[in-house]
């Protein structure tokens, strides 16, 4: 007879609690008595042991660093607990999975596993469960800058742990909010609550929790200036996270030791720590540590004007934010659905209950819609506001310089491009998708647009070895009324998509008039490729938001997933749809028809005169000193003399000082933003009344808010678009 097949299932449950009770300071531990339990429960054919067991195992893994094992322990255990019809089971499988998600390079995957455990978690009254969830969801909001949201879920869990009396979990969440206070510049608070972390962590025993707390108290140190202080708390978390194989931690420590290093001098430690940063960050895919360990790369060599290695840190820095966009931001934005839609799917106990649970769900539509919003709003201002540092400062720089730092100011040019493409990928998409977009026809030069754009994609086809053809029926008018920038954009998706996926043979444009009549002729735009073609299977989602024909992890080809969404709602906001036929190793061809009315009139474009704003002085408010200082040597090439204010706040009191011929004025600032700060401008008596005040905001949301839209002469996006910020402050001149 099996001996363990007679172990009582209370032994496998105390030696899964006691695996779980010492997984702080002996993970290794934890994993040999989980696999005990596991195996008794084999012998028992026990599923519900097994599935808890597989559970620990998984989240012993993670604590590892294992996270393949993890994931694989996980998903065993949910196979289990789904036979068995166990939510919770389910629910702790789930939590497992997204804490390795979160903490390599699948943010969005670790949303949504954590919003479906939360729901469950919540269903049973299991606060000790989802406080740690919920200071899981804050990582991932501070991760992308939804500072506020973070705050939320952080607090949210101190209140679920004490209502179980966990210090360990409390403590869990005072680690990252004393890093939300310390960037809010409350030092004092953030030494405060990471002290009593360290407290907690010190009486319960929990060695790994330690080091976390460690290395919070560490970054207060080194806002004080304290280095020595910060160095050792820094350096015993780095120890502990080795000796515990934890991960993330090991990878946060060696960043902020590099960092540290810069701000005393120690170049060469710097350089070393934060080179083993990247290495160990790229081996276990923790693509937050290693984009931030680039850019601190790049900060120490541009200090050292050692040119050529400062712009391979920073082009690497840039292509690994890009892949935080693609494969993270487009996907969380998109998922912050999921919580409306996973707590609509609840389970009504009653029937009475349904009109007021509606309702309830109504309101929490409203209500994510808004958060998708508000997310969207911060994410485009966080990355844009760097962005456009880097693409005005390469503007302007790749004016002088010559020879191979040529190359590779152009390379960093494509890069910082190639992201901001993206990110208007986005803006466009969010409205197109919220029916705010209307067609701006004016006369234009039908052909000059097509021959530009065949002109600028035979450089791209050019480089690929490809011939880019464009064939133009003669019986095609010259002007029409049309909208310039969305046919441009219909036609840079298609011919930049059948370049991207044609690696031999040639690209053809091909315009054809199809009708006449006294008024208005229709033509056809057909876009052919002989490129890898498309899958039958993906014709059905190819138009699709965030959809692509290959496995978007393989990155070959790059993009959004957008550009064919964008394109079918464009094409139909002209009326049109779009069609297509493709065969699998022989190409694609997309096309369709638009109705333009006929015009014998074209507007001119103004010649750019340089010297036409000199003289003029400006009022430059903006928070970021790197982006006001761009900003200001722009203004400056244009004769403008430019006064800066630091905040909204300081904008109101220079604009009461004196009259400026306009105000630039960004959004998100301290103190007092941007909105408000103009309202009161327009509001308030002083000599800046009737002043043209434009919006000058990395915030792609910022002119749809209809509440202070009139208030601005207009809105100007950064990264700054030169041609179009010179016409605008021409124009009110």
């Not at 998600?101 to 699948?106: L, P």
């Not at 806002?223 to 050792?232: I, M, V």
Request: charged fraction near 25%; proline fraction near 2%.
């Amino acid at each position: 007879m099996n001996v363990a097949a007679m172990v009582p299932e209370s032994d496998v449950i105390e030696l899964l609690s006691d695996a779980y009770n010492c997984r702080g300071h002996n993970p290794n531990h934890s994993i040999s008595l989980a696999k005990k339990a596991l195996q008794i429960s084999k012998d028992r054919s026990d599923q519900s042991l097994i599935g808890k067991s597989l559970n620990h195992l998984s989240l012993f893994y993670m604590i590892r660093g294992e996270y393949k094992r993890s994931i694989s322990a996980a998903k065993e255990a949910m196979r289990y607990f789904k036979a068995l019809k166990d939510e919770r089971g389910i629910a702790d499988a789930q939590y497992s999975i997204a804490g390795v998600y979160y903490k390599t390079d699948n943010y969005h995957l670790g949303l949504m596993h954590l919003i479906d455990s939360l729901v469950i978690y919540r269903k049973f009254n299991d606060y000790h469960n989802e406080a740690r969830v919920q200071k899981s969801l804050g990582t991932i909001y501070e991760y992308f800058g939804d500072r506020k949201n973070a705050i939320r879920s952080y607090e949210a869990s101190i209140e679920a742990a004490k209502k179980v009396k966990d210090a360990d979990l409390i403590a869990n969440a005072y680690n990252p909010l004393s890093g939300i206070y310390l960037k809010q510049n409350k030092i004092k608070k953030a030494m405060d609550i990471i002290q009593r972390s360290i407290a907690i962590k010190q009486k319960t025993g929990d060695v790994r929790g330690l080091a976390f707390a460690l290395y919070g108290r560490g970054k207060v140190y080194a806002a004080q200036g304290l280095w020595h202080e910060a160095e050792l708390d820094y350096q015993n978390a780095l120890n502990i996270h080795q000796e515990m194989g934890e991960r993330l931690g090991l990878a946060m420590a060696y960043c902020k030791l590099g960092e540290l290093y810069i701000k005393t001098n120690r170049f060469d430690e710097a350089k070393h720590i934060l080179e083993k940063a990247v290495q160990f960050s790229t081996q276990y895919n923790i693509i937050y540590i290693k984009f931030k360990s680039n850019y601190q790369l790049y900060q120490l060599y541009k200090s050292e004007q050692d040119t050529v290695k400062s712009l391979a840190y920073l082009e690497q820095y840039l292509h690994n934010k890009e892949a935080v966009i693609n494969t993270q931001t487009l996907k969380i934005i998109e998922n912050y659905e999921l919580i409306t839609r996973m707590e609509s799917l609840e389970k009504a106990a009653q029937m009475e209950q349904e009109r007021a649970r509606i309702m309830e769900n109504q309101a929490r539509a409203e209500h994510t819609a808004k958060m998708k919003q508000n997310f969207l709003s911060t994410m485009s201002h966080e990355i844009r506001t760097p962005l456009n540092a880097v693409i005005t400062i390469t503007s302007l720089l790749s004016e002088r310089i010559v020879d191979e730092e040529k190359q590779l100011m152009d390379s960093l040019k494509f890069a910082s491009n190639n992201l901001l493409m993206i990110i208007n990928d986005i803006l466009d998409f969010t409205k197109l998708d919220t029916g705010k977009v209307n067609l701006e026809c004016r006369p234009s030069s039908l052909i000059k647009l097509l021959n530009g754009l065949c002109e600028a994609f035979s450089k791209v086809g050019k480089a690929k070895g490809l011939e880019c053809e464009l064939i133009i029926d003669n019986r095609i008018a010259d002007i029409y009324e049309l909208d310039e920038t969305k046919l441009s954009q219909i036609l840079n998706n298609l011919i930049g998509n059948a370049i991207k996926y044609t690696n031999a043979g040639k690209v053809t444009t091909q315009v054809t008039l199809l009708s006449t009549e006294p008024e208005h002729d229709v033509i056809r735009f057909t876009i052919t490729d002989t490129g890898i073609g498309i899958p039958e299977e993906f014709f059905a989602e190819m138009f699709d938001s965030f959809s692509q024909p290959k496995a978007i992890t393989t990155r070959r080809q790059g993009g959004s997933g957008l550009g064919l969404a964008i394109v079918k709602k464009l094409v139909e906001l002209h009326r049109s749809e779009v069609g297509f036929n493709s065969k699998i190793g022989q190409g694609s061809q997309f096309y369709f028809d638009i109705k333009f009315k006929k015009s014998s009139l074209l507007q001119k474009t103004p010649t750019k005169h340089l010297n036409q704003l000199q003289n003029k002085v400006a009022l430059l408010a903006d928070d970021n000193m790197i982006n006001a200082m761009v900003a200001r040597k722009l203004l400056s090439k244009w004769g403008i003399l430019a006064e800066h204010a630091i905040n909204g706040l300081d904008a109101v009191e220079k604009a009461q000082t004196k009259a400026f011929d306009f105000i630039l004025m960004d959004i998100h600032m301290p103190e007092m933003n941007g909105f408000d700060a103009t309202v009161h401008i327009r509001k308030n008596q002083n000599p800046n009344l009737l002043t043209p005040i434009f919006a000058l905001t990395a915030d792609i949301t910022a002119e749809n808010n209809e509440e202070y839209a009139d208030y601005f002469t207009g809105f100007l996006r950064k990264p700054i678009e030169i041609e179009k910020l010179y016409e605008a402050l021409l124009a009110v001149s």
